[in-house]
């Protein structure tokens, strides 16, 4: 890297993560090799197993902020975007993703191209098969590929299979992303109503729109257990209902239809397989159906309270 190492803020979003944390935190130092200026900023989302102590217990540097109640992994985000410097890189990670050695400055290499605005690492499960966290720009042509087809859909789907490293994609899962330095003070918060699912895909929109690129760090390596959703009826649903407000805000309200019946139809036809999942989201997409191709959330995941406060923003 020829010019000067930008700091970086690592923003962490944290809900309930206390399993999480000692084995993220431990990864860090090796995580962070080679980056000489670093900061650790943790949004806690009214945890009630002990998160935010356990931040201060082990990371007695870090900075912890309390959001006030779980209002999603979006607030979060801007909670800690509000500490950060134009002239600071940001990381955004989950609590469930562990750094390989030398990630951070493997992020920064790629992220020193002025036509880079998000770096996305390769990323692996548990298990070591890697985790295709990498996507095509969402149309309802897509969509209804992945409803109908599933991991079947293969080039005609959002989708880009793991495999060989790729310079540009349209946008990457928001586990693990850094934005380059200036892009977030350029780009503005992240859409806090979302609530979950959906924000990353809006946010990595909006920078390409501004003229950058997300492209991938073939060298930086993490971690990343997720999976929460697949087993989660309201995770399902939110996730789900995100895909229609996406479409009806970037695409039309005839995408965003076509969009929500096609979900509709792959819900219905999947009830066998999973019932409490894909009944809920079946149920959340006929409920909300009005409010959906209008572009508004409905974030079946939140609490009442919560939704009412989001649907204000």
């Known amino acids: 890297m020829s010019q000067p190492i930008p700091g970086v803020l690592l923003a962490v979003v944290t809900y309930n993560s206390a399993a999480d944390l000692p084995d993220f935190l431990d990864a860090l130092p090796a995580a962070l090799a080679g980056v000489p200026e670093w900061r650790l900023v943790v949004a806690d989302n009214a945890s009630s197993d002990g998160s935010p102590?356990?931040?201060?217990?082990?990371?007695?540097?870090?900075?912890?902020?309390?959001?006030?109640?779980?209002?999603?992994?979006?607030?979060?985000?801007?909670?800690?975007?509000?500490?950060a410097t134009p002239e600071e890189a940001v990381l955004v990670?989950?609590?469930?993703?562990?750094?390989?050695?030398?990630?951070?400055?493997?992020?920064?290499?790629?992220?020193?191209?002025?036509?880079?605005?998000?770096?996305?690492?390769?990323?692996?499960?548990?298990?070591?098969?890697?985790?295709?966290?990498?996507?095509?720009?969402?149309?309802?042509?897509?969509?209804?590929?992945?409803?109908?087809?599933?991991?079947?859909?293969?080039?005609?789907?959002?989708?880009?299979?793991?495999?060989?490293?790729?310079?540009?994609?349209?946008?990457?899962?928001?586990?693990?992303?850094?934005?380059?330095?200036?892009?977030?003070?350029?780009?503005?918060?992240?859409?806090?109503?979302?609530?979950?699912?959906?924000?990353?895909t809006d946010y990595c929109r909006r920078v390409t729109d501004a003229g950058w690129q997300v492209r991938q760090a073939p060298r930086a390596h993490a971690l990343h257990r997720g999976g929460e959703y697949g087993v989660s009826p309201a995770l399902w649903a939110q996730l789900v209902t995100n895909k229609v407000v996406h479409l009806a805000t970037w695409e039309s309200r005839a995408a965003a239809a076509a969009g929500w019946l096609a979900l509709v139809l792959s819900q219905a036809l999947r009830l066998p397989l999973r019932r409490g999942t894909h009944l809920r989201a079946l149920r959340e997409l006929l409920r909300g159906r009005a409010r959906l191709l209008a572009g508004l959330p409905t974030n079946p995941a939140a609490t009442a309270e919560v939704r009412a406060q989001l649907a204000g923003r």
């Open 53 to 83: 102590e356990l931040v201060a217990e082990l990371a007695p540097k870090a900075t912890v902020l309390h959001t006030g109640g779980n209002l999603g992994y979006a607030a979060g985000i801007n909670a800690c975007l509000e500490l």
């Open 93 to 200: 990670l989950n609590p469930d993703v562990r750094l390989e050695s030398g990630a951070v400055r493997e992020l920064l290499e790629v992220c020193a191209d002025p036509a880079v605005g998000i770096a996305a690492p390769l990323v692996r499960r548990p298990d070591g098969a890697p985790e295709a966290t990498l996507r095509r720009r969402p149309t309802a042509r897509r969509v209804l590929a992945e409803a109908l087809l599933g991991a079947r859909a293969g080039s005609l789907g959002e989708q880009l299979p793991p495999g060989p490293a790729r310079e540009r994609v349209d946008w990457a899962n928001g586990a693990a992303l850094m934005i380059a330095p200036g892009v977030a003070h350029r780009v503005g918060r992240w859409r806090e109503e979302l609530f979950l699912y959906s924000e990353e």
